[in-house]
């Protein structure tokens, strides 16, 4: 008889394991990832980037990385710092224009520039449902973007659509190319992001 208990216990044990595993694989994801293979490149007018998340309305609640010469650009024959995109108007036009950067201060800007990295190798950028802030957003719909100036007007843009309230799990991605620049193509390869 307690042979035959302890054997229906254990059966329970078994049973009960995959429920518990089941039950946690279903609850709400609580960050976004992004990463992609960088292949860093020769020259000027390239190896610039940034990944940023937007509202449905198409505001920017948050930029994870800009590029440093994006932002911080060079100094000019006054001595005075120009931002990159000033005298290069190709590095990340899109995250410029719908991040307002002409409107950000130099601390604005400090706080999501970061510097090119001097290696190749996989980068991967993640989001915890924060504004610049701080603050937690509220619940629905975003959008993760990246945009990287492959070589001057070759630009690659990629974004994809989620919900806060989503489970962990892919997310789907669509890209656009503005101009094929055989030569630095391979600057940015397998772009994938997912809620985790």
């Known amino acids: ?9 254990m059966l329970a044990v078994v ?4 429920a518990t595993a ?3 694989s279903s609850s709400k994801a ?7 293979n960088y292949q860093k490149q020769a020259g000027g007018g390239s190896n610039q980037w940034a990944v940023w998340i937007e509202n449905a309305k198409g505001e920017v609640v948050r930029t994870l990385y800009v590029s440093s010469f994006t932002t911080k650009g060079r100094g000019n024959a006054n001595g005075q710092r120009r931002r990159g995109y000033t005298f290069r108007p190709t590095c990340v036009p899109t995250w410029v224009k719908n991040a307002g950067a002409e409107a950000m201060t130099d601390e604005q800007i400090d706080a999501v520039t970061g510097a090119t ?3 190749s190798g996989l980068l991967t950028y993640t989001w915890d449902f924060k504004d610049a802030t701080g603050k937690t957003v509220p619940a629905g719909e975003y959008k993760i973007c990246l945009e990287a100036t492959l070589f001057f007007e070759s630009i690659l843009y990629y974004s994809g659509t989620f919900s806060t309230k989503d489970k962990p799990g892919a997310i789907q991605l ?3 190319l503005t101009k094929e620049d055989e030569q630095h193509k391979n600057m940015v390869t397998e772009v994938a992001a997912a809620l985790k």
């Open 30 to 36: 609580t960050s976004v990832e992004l990463s992609f």
């Open 1 to 9: 008889m307690k042979t035959r208990l302890f054997t229906l216990m």
């Open 15 to 18: 049973i009960t394991l995959p």
């Open 22 to 24: 089941q039950k946690k």
């Open 117 to 119: 990295p001097r290696e």
């Open 174 to 176: 669509s890209s656009t």
